[in-house]
């Protein structure tokens, strides 16, 4: 009890710390310059405060005295906050003298400053002169920042100049700790980059486990951009690798008469592999017509044995019954239902444990949701009380005020009733709308869902011509899980909550699709399923972060006109579908909401 305190009074603290220096920030001009510079040296002391009083400090630096300013200095000299220094200095470059901007070359040799150093180099490099720009061939040398480099590049491909950033994919594509995001970097940005160069990187990036699951995916995705000698023997070799299974599994199944027999053959090496076989099987259930009769029988027969591939075989059964003859339908629907004999005894024993042990915690587990959703919904139900109570009490006033003006003849001033009792009226009904549509995405209706197409719908929407809109979804998307129309509407809502929090001239909103590897699978999410990563963002307000863990709970909010169900519904609507949503922008920088979403079995792609 006594930790769990310190830890909840530290995390105050902490938070205490971080607003502190917010409020110098936002008030810099109305604070006295004493004040101001007493509380900037104060907060320097804080680890936790240490970003936003280097950032203060940039972006208002010759504002200030040589005391205070010293303090970036003095903050590029702690581990801890290093990192916020560097970016602070490259957010800020142009506004600084000679001696701070070189502060970013000094910490691109502190260890703990690296990665933030390749960061703020790349996110701000068209601000950046060439001999700050250069950096990031420094960095990549260093095993501890060669991740960072090479996810920035990634990140701001459009943004460096391509014989640079050609240069330095190449030097990354060297490093283990880099090869990954390279593989991501040609992934998806596969047309961007010339033949020559892309097949470099595919030939030198196959061989490293690391990045085997990209260079899958970019063979799979522009399969008939790949000269065919090299696609070939990326394939044999990609198909050694377990992370790159299912994307080879796809490339053979596609394009199965485009490729001579030894490669098709590794479908049977891949059937054989436990990590392998699901994949196999899905891409025969997907592929099943274009597939040689004996062939696609021999593979369903060795794949029926294997627990793994066990539901994309019935998949391909059930979808071609007609089309197996009898023989080997019987023997696929004998193979997926037999136990081996020699194990049935310690199956029973092993399956009634384990139902007594499922009961029992299926029993747990409802009670605890059961508690936990009545309590959300009295929570609920006592707010929705209290925001229909506001106006209704309104319409109530009204009416009494009413009753007097007509019967002293005073229609004017009843009129004027009217149009207030109206417009109260109209909250009530929005309240209504939205607390019905809280109570509706509750109810899923699952179908396999193109994504992108619901994004680029939710973007026609704008009216305002002042709002650019841009959609990156490299290579071809695969279809989700999902409720088409309840997924509508919480794009619907993303949509229109970045419109009422922007408060610059350029107004932005951006989406990215991409898919997840299996390592960046939130701990709170099914492992065994595959993902695709939507990233929501804006260039407006931003959320500040005192509010971050307060902006999805119901009837919270501090927009004006705002009903505070909508990033309620949002949260539900998502968690209904095995997904999850976090918000993780900067205040100042914009609103960036993260969503996982469950990619559908077997779901091929869609452009």
Known sequence: MERELTNILGASEKDEAVEDVWAVADKFYELSEDERNERLLRLAE??????????????????????VRKLLFTLAEKDEAAGAVAWAVADNFHKLPENVRKLLFTLAEKDEAVRDV?????????????????????????DEAAGAVAWAVADNFDEIPRKMRNELLLKLAEKDEAAEDVARSVADNFHKLSEEVRNEFLLKLAEKDEAAEDVARSVADNFDEIPRRM?????????????????????????????PEKVRKLLFKLAEKDEAAGAVAWA???????????????????LAEKDEAAEGVARAVADNFDELSIKVRDELLLKLKKIPEELYDENVRVTEELQTTISQLKGEKMKRFLAERDAAWKDVAFKAAHKLGNPIDAIETFLKSLEIRIKAGNIEEAVNICEKMEKSIEETKVVIAQFKSLTKSQEINYERINIKEIIEQAFKVISREDVGVEIVAPGKIPEVVGDRDRMIEVFNELVANS??????????????????????????????????????ADNGQGIPSSDKDRIFAPFWTTYPHGTGLGLAMVKWIIEAHDGRISEEGKRGKGA????????????????
């Open 499 to 536: 419109l009422n929090w922007f408060d610059k001239d350029e107004k932005r909103i951006y989406a990215k699709i991409e898919r997840v590897h299996r390592r960046e699978i939130p701990p709170n999410l099914d492992p065994s399923n595959r993902y695709l990563r939507i990233i929501f």
């Open 231 to 259: 696609r070939n023997e990326l394939l044999l070799k990609l198909a050694e690798k377990d992370e790159a299974a299912e994307d080879v599994a796809r490339s053979v199944a596609d394009n199965l008469y485009k490729l």
């Open 284 to 302: 025969v259930a997907d592929n099943f017509d274009k597939f040689p009769k004996r062939m696609r029988n021999e593979l369903l027969l060795k």
């Open 46 to 67: 804080k680890d936790e405060a240490a970003e936003s009083v280097a950032r203060t400090i940039a972006e208002n630096f010759h504002k200030l005295p040589e005391n």
């Open 592 to 607: 960036k909401f993260i969503i996982f979403l469950r990619i559908a079995k077997g779901g091929r792609k869609n452009a």
């Open 118 to 142: 390749a960061w703020a180099v790349a996110d701000n490099f068209h601000k950046l002169p060439e001999k700050v720009r250069k950096l990031l061939f420094k960095l990549a040398e260093k």
